[in-house]
Each structure stands twice: as C-alpha cells, then as structure tokens.
Nanobody, 125 residues
Framework: VQLQASGGGLVRTGGSLRLSCAAS????????TGWYRQAPGKQRELVAR??????????NYADSVKGRFTIFRDNAKNTVYLQMNGLKPEDTAVYYC?????????????????WGKGTQVTVSS
C-alpha cells in the first residue's frame, strides 16, 4: 500500500484547508484510514479516523477538532479527505495519513500500519 498525502499550506486563523490521502496498491485490505499530526516538540496524535467497513464509514475525531474538521472518503478514487475549517494556530503541525491494513492468510490475521509522507499545515494568527 502506498499513501500520497497532499493539501497542506499556510492559512490564517479561521481559514480552511482540505487534505487528501490517495491510496494505491492493495487498498481492499485497508480497514481504516486516519489523519495524525505532530507539532514541534509534541507526540504524534490522532486527528480523525474513518473505517472502510460500511459504505460511508464510521468516524471518530480528537476532541480538539470536533465540529471543525470532517473526514470523508471517495471510494471510487481510493482517497480520504480531511476538511479543516475554523483553523487555529494550535492546529499547526505536520499532518500524516495512516492506513490500517488487515489481511487473513491461512486463517491467521495480520495487521500493518502504512504511513504517507507528511504535509505541513501552518496557521498564522
């Protein structure tokens, strides 16, 4: 599985950005896709996650972005998006796309995480 993340940039407080995560390869075995972020000096944290099980997917969000960020996917394009509205300076970070990959081989389940290259999001005050 390969993940291509894009869409970062510089925006002012209150602005919007949309991040994209395009997956290629064995995408049918991806059970969930998430966006994480890492600010300087801080640990990487989950921002939002969407499952692949249902037609639209189940979603969950970090408390800090609820009501401002929306994760959704376009199955035809194998792409997951993160729409970020009402951006704040504390949203400044490198954002990473993650795919939770599961495969069953000879009755044994295997899991693996795939990561895309980060995309920088900078929110100026």
């Amino acid at each position: 599985v390969q993940l291509q993340a894009s869409g970062g940039g510089l925006v002012r407080t209150g602005g919007s950005l949309r991040l994209s995560c395009a997956a290629s390869g064995s995408t049918s075995s991806i059970v969930a896709t998430g966006w994480y972020r890492q600010a300087p000096g801080k640990q990487r944290e989950l921002v939002a996650r969407i499952t692949s099980i249902s037609s639209e997917g189940n979603t969950n969000y970090a408390d800090s972005v609820k009501g401002r960020f929306t994760i959704f996917r376009d199955n035809a394009k194998n792409t997951v998006y993160l729409q970020m509205n009402g951006l704040k300076p504390e949203d400044t970070a490198v954002y990473y796309c993650n795919a939770d990959y599961r495969e069953v081989v000879a009755g044994t389940s295997y899991g693996m995480d795939y990561w895309g290259k980060g995309t920088q999001v900078t929110v100026s005050s």
